[in-house]
């Protein structure tokens, strides 16, 4: 896994196995969390159009939908892979910001 681009306090992009992941930053009353779903071809169509804009966009409508919310009517629920994903995406930041560019 590797950071292909990200907005400071919002979200970081991941490139994995050939797939994108959005890993959002997100907050709900008084605690946050990250929610991290791969790109569908709708949304890789739109981020390769579109480019940043998309993403913050992205970013913008799945916190704003509180996904992880109980009775949450989000699109983007049960679309999170950050239990699957999180370790990996961990390392990837830590290589990242020490300016390391390997898998």
């Given at each position: 896994?590797?950071?292909?681009?990200f907005?400071?306090?919002?979200?970081?992009?991941?490139e994995?196995e050939?797939?994108l992941?959005?890993?959002?930053?997100?907050?709900?009353?008084?605690?946050?969390?990250?929610?991290?779903i791969?790109?569908?071809?709708?949304?890789?169509?739109?981020?390769?159009?579109?480019?940043?804009?998309?993403?913050?966009?992205?970013?913008h409508?799945?916190?704003?939908?509180?996904?992880?919310?109980?009775?949450t009517?989000?699109?983007y629920?049960?679309?999170?892979?950050?239990?699957?994903?999180?370790g990996?995406?961990?390392?990837?930041?830590?290589?990242?910001?020490?300016?390391?560019?390997?898998?």
């Amino acid at each position: 896994m590797k950071v292909i681009d990200f907005e400071a306090w919002a979200w970081f992009l991941f490139e994995h196995e050939g797939r994108l992941y959005l890993d959002v930053h997100c907050n709900m009353s008084f605690f946050s969390y990250t929610y991290m779903i791969e790109l569908n071809d709708d949304e890789l169509a739109q981020c390769k159009t579109i480019g940043r804009e998309y993403l913050g966009k992205l970013a913008h409508d799945i916190h704003y939908s509180v996904p992880i919310a109980k009775d949450t009517l989000s699109d983007y629920k049960g679309r999170d892979v950050s239990r699957q994903l999180s370790g990996l995406a961990t390392q990837a930041v830590k290589r990242w910001r020490s300016g390391g560019s390997e898998q």
